[in-house]
């Protein structure tokens, strides 16, 4: 199975902020991962897929990057509503697995 | 309008059985793979299974092989998941999530707690 290494689990940073989050995963799993923005009591909301196509409708200042092993996604200037857990997911190969979250607190 | 609806959640105790139900409407369900996936209180995602389109190819995560199966009835735009054998860490809600790369679509969820 794939690991996916997320770090930092929490971060806490003001508005404006630039703000990085890198997933590792344990293999290369070329371009097949996707980044997810999770608010208290709500499910999922897709930002990024395949490592750094902005999903329609999510503000500019997300972008991801990365293949191979090593991903990060940017908040390039950190707003309020930005508060939530982030996941990345990877989709190479089966069993799917996460990455362990990342709490950002503003 | 894509939604996806979660239903069936609820009370179950150590090693009883529960079936729950995602109706998908707002796009061709039988184009597409669902997935199921959870989230234990507090804990984070965890990917639980994979049905592609016309149920030819199913994934499971090791933690659930051998008690759920997932299944779907693409004359009623519905994907199910049959959970026998269910343990405390079976615990959480449920979420139906389509596509078989990173899904775009999620329902809200539907609780599931095994408890005695």
């Known amino acids: 199975d794939i690991q996916m290494t997320q770090s930092p689990s929490s971060l806490s940073a003001s508005v404006g902020d630039r703000v990085t989050i890198t997933c590792r995963a344990s293999?290369?799993?070329?371009?097949?991962l996707g980044w997810y923005q999770q608010k208290p009591g709500k499910a999922p909301k897709r930002l990024i897929l395949?490592?750094?196509t902005l999903q329609s409708g999510v503000p500019s200042r997300f972008s991801g990057s990365g293949s191979g092993t090593e991903f990060t996604l940017t908040i390039s200037s950190l707003q309020p509503d930005d508060s939530a857990t982030y996941y990345c997911?990877?989709?190479?190969?089966?069993?799917?697995?996460f990455g362990q979250g990342t709490k950002v607190e503003i | 309008e894509v939604q996806l609806v979660e239903s069936g959640g609820g009370l179950v105790k150590p090693g009883g059985s529960l079936r729950l139900s995602c109706a998908a409407s707002?796009?061709?369900?039988?184009?597409?793979?669902m997935n199921w996936v959870r989230q234990a209180p507090g804990k984070g995602l965890e990917w639980v299974s994979l049905?592609?389109?016309?149920?030819?190819?199913?994934y499971y995560a090791d933690s659930v092989k051998g008690r759920f199966t997932i299944s779907r009835d693409n004359a009623k735009n519905s994907v199910f998941l049959q959970m026998n054998s269910l343990r405390a860490e079976d615990t959480a809600v449920y979420y139906c999530?389509?596509?078989?790369?990173?899904?775009?679509?999620w329902g809200r969820g539907t609780l599931v707690t095994v408890s005695s």
């Open positions: 395949e490592a750094s």
């Open positions: 999530a389509e596509g078989s790369t990173a899904p775009g679509y």
């Open positions: 997911l990877q989709h190479d190969s089966y069993p799917r697995t």
């Open positions: 707002g796009f061709t369900f039988s184009d597409y793979s």
């Open positions: 049905i592609d389109s016309t149920s030819s190819y199913i």
């Open positions: 293999q290369g799993i070329r371009n097949d």
